[in-house]
């Protein structure tokens, strides 16, 4: 008999645990991010109004949790998840809106640049082993080149994103929280130190990969403060290129339209009508 009740009471658990199963995705997302909200209002100890208390509790959304089994939430449970949010997002002040969404950036921001690092120190480290082999390929050189100029231009573009997230910098147009912008940066910061410093830093490259594969005969102490900065300049633009993305863009949007209007084409003022 007993068994018949322990049976009974565990399907009661299970009925009780799927009418808190959610399976929509999206609005458990918000849910979690109500939560994430909740615990950063609770960090950094900030005062609550007790008669606008129920606005900015979780409730009955507490128990609800993921599971593909489960219900899909009601109009009611979306109004209190949005409503809440609304209410937690008003009491902030905009220094503590920003510090909670750059607490959400993502975690691959933090590892890019050392992955890229590593890539740009195997490049170094290829090049001397090809300078030490016997009748090498030039060519190879070329090639490691060019994985030294992804890899900075990626870095620069990583360490631009890193610097945002610190708040060191501020670029409005650029959104932390969003995988794919922080994706599409990093390729456009690699993509600009290749095609931008292609035709300037080879030799430079080769300069260093000699002195760094044998500095007792390539090392040349003769060399002046402008040269070493000279050779420094190169070797670093595809970093400078990849960090500057939407400098590199203005810039090169602002040549397009001079090209176009000295190949005649009207200002875009002009065309439009506007006096």
Known sequence: M?????????RQKELDDLALAIRDETFYRHLVRL???QEFL????V???????????MGDLSGLHPDPRGRMPTAEEWAKVEARTQAIFRIFTPAMRRKFLMGETPWVAAWLPVYFLGFAVLSLVLAMVIMNAVDWPEYFLFIDYLIWLVSLGAIGASA???MNALSLQDDITFDLT?????SLRISLGALFGVVLSLPFGFPEFVKFCK???RPSVFYDPKLGAIDIAQEAVFLLLPFIFGFSTSLVILVLTQLAEAVQTFLGRKPK???SGVR
């Open 47 to 57: 005062p609550i109004d007790t008669s606008n208390i129920d606005a900015l509790t």
């Open 178 to 182: 969003n995988i794919r912008l922080m």
């Open 211 to 213: 002195l760094a594969w």
């Open 2 to 10: 007993a068994d018949v009740h322990d049976i009974a009471d565990d």
């Open 35 to 37: 939560k994430k909200l």
């Open 42 to 45: 609770y960090a950094e100890a």
């Open 160 to 162: 631009f994103i890193g």
């Open 269 to 271: 003022a002009e065309s």
